[in-house]
């Protein structure tokens, strides 16, 4: 094997941003429809996978420990690779290393990214390339936000995370993730919520720098789940309070259904500074790029 395919044996798990989110329906099922601008910031977990006779899962980092209280999202990754062991028809196993970086429970895709990661790592590993049409069923079933981290391009996501639409480039920018330390229950959030639904996005061809989508996100689009996450772990109020009160922020709001709040920066120095603000205060509180090369 050359240094090269070992590399691709290691895979970020990039955490996933909704910049909004809008409820535009439920179906009978349950599952509610969505309209979401998602995009993937720098900062990201990590999945390294090696050759072995047996599938095992080790996890480290400095959310590791958290994962023990939070047994689905460590199942994910076994879940990944058991799918697409079953469905490529492989037998052998493979040894499994998550660090974990992100906090869980947390709205920014943690076990969906890892998910993802895990069936991108795997396939290079097994040398198996499940066609598209499998390989998007096997992420859906593994949850709704699978397909999108799958993805790992900035798209509008639709349906109940099925649809996904590539956006034309967006502008480049710098971005804070902030979290009280709560992990909120995304069936919870959808539950609490009371409001009716809102209508589509209505995007425009495209943004002339970063400050004009952070403007167009705060004037004409939402995150439908932010009441009822507010609702549910109030912290998450004091989050957004005080990720808008950091200089240069120009959009504050939560990602998917929390407790994980953003903000976003049109330079790295304020981002920076605001995640030290709130590190300072005690939070989880990260900046990094929007769309660029992991740090
Ligand atoms: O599929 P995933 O595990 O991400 O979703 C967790 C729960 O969130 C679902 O069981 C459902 O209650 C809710 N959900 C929803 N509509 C979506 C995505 C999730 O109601 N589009």
Redesign the pocket.
């Given at each position: 094997m050359t240094s090269e395919a070992a590399s691709d044996l290691s895979v970020l798990a990039r955490a996933k941003v909704n910049l909004a989110l809008q409820v535009t329906g439920r179906r009978a099922d349950?599952?509610?429809?969505?309209d979401s601008l998602v995009v993937f910031a720098s900062i990201a977990d990590r999945i390294s996978v090696a050759p072995a006779e047996a599938l095992s899962l080790r996890v480290a980092g400095p959310f590791g420990a958290a994962l023990a209280g939070a047994p689905d999202a460590d199942n994910l990754v076994l879940r990944a690779a058991r799918s697409l062991a079953g469905a490529a028809g492989i037998a052998s196993g493979a040894s499994i290393v998550l660090e974990k970086n992100l906090p869980v429970a947390s709205g920014i895709g943690g076990g969906?990214a890892d998910a993802a990661a895990t069936l991108l790592a795997l396939q290079r590993l097994w040398r198996v390339r499940p066609d598209p049409a499998a390989l998007a069923g096997i992420a859906l079933g593994l949850?709704?936000?699978v397909p999108v981290c799958l993805d790992g391009r900035p798209c509008r996501m639709r349906g109940?995370?099925e649809i996904l639409d590539p956006l034309p480039t967006l502008p480049q920018g710098w971005i804070v993730l902030a979290n009280a330390g709560i992990p909120v229950a995304?069936?919870a959030v959808?539950r609490a919520r009371k409001a009716g639904f809102s209508p589509q996005l209505c995007l425009p061809a495209h943004f002339a720098d970063f400050r004009a989508l952070a403007d167009w996100l705060r004037l004409h689009s939402v995150n439908d789940l932010e009441a009822a996450a507010v609702a549910i772990c109030p912290p998450i109020a004091g989050v957004l309070a005080g990720l808008a009160a950091g200089p240069g922020c120009l959009l504050a709001r939560m990602s998917g259904?929390g407790g994980t709040c953003f903000a976003l920066h049109d330079d790295a120095a304020s981002a920076a500074a605001s995640a030290q603000r709130l590190s300072a205060q005690g939070w989880w509180a990260r900046s990094g790029r929007l769309g660029g090369d992991p740090a």
């Open positions: 349950g599952y509610h429809l969505l969906s949850g709704a936000d109940i995370g995304t069936p959808f259904s």
